[in-house]
Structures are given as C-alpha cells and as structure tokens.
C-alpha cells in the first residue's frame, strides 16, 4: 500500500497552492495514482500564511486533510514555527535556508536548502521559485516522477515561461541530490 501526506506552507504569493496543485495533478493525471488537494489560506491576498494539504495514495482517499504529513514543506519562519510539531516522526522536512531557521528540532529527515538564493542567481525570476521547491522535493522523495511535473506545468504556464520553469525544477532536484550527498 502507497500513501503520503505533504504539507506545504508558506505565504501568499510564494506560489505555496500552486505547487500543490500542480503535484497532485501530475500524480493523478499522469502518475496513475489517487490524489487529492486542499488548501488553507489567511486573509490577505499576498503575505498572509499559506498552507495545502495533498494526500496521494493507491487507494481511494476518504478524508482530504494531512493529520501527520511524511512529508512538510515550510517556506516561511511564521510556517516552520505554527507547523513543525505536525511531521511525524521519521518523516521529510524541508526548508528554504533564506527564509527559515531552524529552532526546533523535528524527528525527521531534515533539509535546509538554499532554494530562493539558488533561483535568484541562477535563473533570476523568484515567480520559479516554487517549482525550485518541488524539483528539490522530488529530488528527496520521488512521490511524483519529475517528467509528470513538466507536463502539467506545458498545460499551466505560458510558452515562453515553459525552459525558464525546467530549469527551476532541474535545479531543485539538483539541489537534492546535492543534499543526500
């Protein structure tokens, strides 16, 4: 039986729900496994605390919620601090070095990579910066096959921003396996 819980956290405007959607589209589209997606956001359009739930499984999936996320992913200190007691133990968790410093400690697989320094010296453009982050998860937990990312994003993405969006997720994976060593 295959089933995860990812939690993705961070503000608004960090691209946090789209990344979510795009993994569980890539997952149910293309993966051939069940996903479902939720989210939660505060008030405010842009900076306020953003979270998405996905839950993918080769089983019917009943309850649309993370309880105990395998996986949480927190890129922002508001988001590391109100979320990090959820991970269960033995679970990933990664962050973004620029924006998150880790004060507790979580019994977890713990990466704190250099995620949006990365994206703005290498490719220049932060709007990637969430497809850095899902590149990066894969790159540590394969839940989706990077191949099913690209093509939902060819669906999601202008043209012209389709090479500028492959770079970003090629340099989250490379970022990864960096980590692992």
């Known amino acids: 039986m295959f089933r ?3 939690v993705f956290t961070g503000s608004g405007g ?3 729900i789209t990344a979510s959607i795009i993994m569980a589209e890539a997952a149910a589209l293309y993966g051939g496994i069940n996903a479902v997606q939720a989210q939660a956001y505060g008030p405010e359009a842009r900076g306020g605390a953003t979270r998405a739930d996905v839950i993918l499984s080769d089983e019917v999936i009943r309850y649309p919620k993370v309880i105990k996320p395998h996986v949480l992913v927190c890129l922002t200190q508001l988001a590391y601090d109100k979320y990090i007691h ?3 133990p033995g679970g990933t968790l990664l962050t973004d070095i620029f924006h998150v ?3 507790q ?3 977890a697989r713990t990466f704190n990579l250099d995620m949006y320094r990365e994206v ?3 490719i220049g453009q932060p709007i990637v910066f969430n497809i850095c982050v899902l590149g990066a998860l894969l790159g540590l937990d394969e839940l989706v096959k990077p ?3 690209l093509k939902v994003l060819e669906t ?3 043209k012209g921003m389709i090479e500028t969006n492959k770079q970003a997720l090629e340099l989250g994976l490379d970022l990864a396996r960096k980590a692992k060593g």
Request: without cysteine; proline residues 4%.
């Open 4 to 6: 995860k819980g990812i």
């Open 14 to 16: 960090q691209g946090v």
């Open 86 to 88: 959820l991970i269960r």
């Open 101 to 103: 410093r880790q004060l």
């Open 105 to 107: 400690q979580a019994d």
């Open 120 to 122: 703005m010296d290498k």
């Open 147 to 149: 191949e099913h990312i």
């Open 156 to 158: 999601k993405v202008p």
